[in-house]
C-alpha cells in the first residue's frame, strides 16, 4: 500500500509544474483527451521492449510522459545526448545509469535526471523487465513556410 502511495505521489510531483504550465495552452482538455490508461493495443515496439505514450509531445505543446520497458540485461539505446533534459523514474525492475562517464545501479522508486547536452543512458541490469518512465519536453519543431 505505502509503494502504491508513494508512486502516486512521485509521480504527482513529477507532473505537477507540467500541468501548470498546460494551464495556458490552448489544447482543448476534456475527459476522454485528459485520462490516458495503458492499454497494449498503443504500445510501440522497440528494439529492447517496448514503449507506451501516455502523454505524447503533440498533446502538451512538446511535454511528454513514456513508459519505456526493457528486456532483461538489455537497453533501447546507448548512451547519448541531447539539447532537452529530462528525467526518468523507475517503477520496477533493477536499471543502471550512465552519466559522468560511469554506471551507477539504481533500484525501482528512484528518480534519475539527465541534464541538457550531457551523455546519459539507462539500461536493464536485472533479470526481469525493467519499467521506467521518461518525462521530457521536446524542442518545438520548426515550420518552414
Not at 17 to 28: F, I
Not at 92 to 107: I, Q
Not at 115 to 140: C, F, W
Request: aromatic share 14%; net charge neutral.
Amino acid at each position: 500500500m505505502e509503494v502504491k502511495i508513494l508512486y502516486r505521489l512521485c509521480l504527482f510531483v513529477a507532473l505537477f509544474p507540467l500541468v501548470m504550465e498546460a494551464q495556458t495552452d490552448t489544447t482543448k482538455f476534456t475527459k476522454k483527451n485528459c485520462i490516458n490508461t495503458f492499454t497494449t493495443a498503443q504500445i510501440e515496439s522497440t528494439k529492447a521492449g517496448y514503449q507506451y505514450w501516455f502523454i505524447d509531445e503533440n498533446f502538451l505543446d512538446g511535454r511528454t510522459v513514456k513508459m519505456s520497458v526493457v528486456r532483461p540485461h538489455e537497453a533501447t539505446h546507448a548512451p547519448h545526448k541531447h539539447v532537452e533534459d529530462e528525467v526518468f523514474f523507475i517503477l520496477e525492475g533493477k536499471a543502471e545509469f550512465y552519466l559522468d562517464g560511469e554506471w551507477t545501479p539504481v533500484p525501482a522508486y528512484t528518480s534519475l535526471y539527465c541534464p541538457s547536452n550531457k551523455m546519459h543512458g539507462i539500461r536493464n541490469a536485472g533479470d526481469t523487465e525493467l519499467k521506467y518512465l521518461v518525462i521530457k519536453k521536446y524542442q518545438k519543431k520548426n515550420n518552414p513556410q
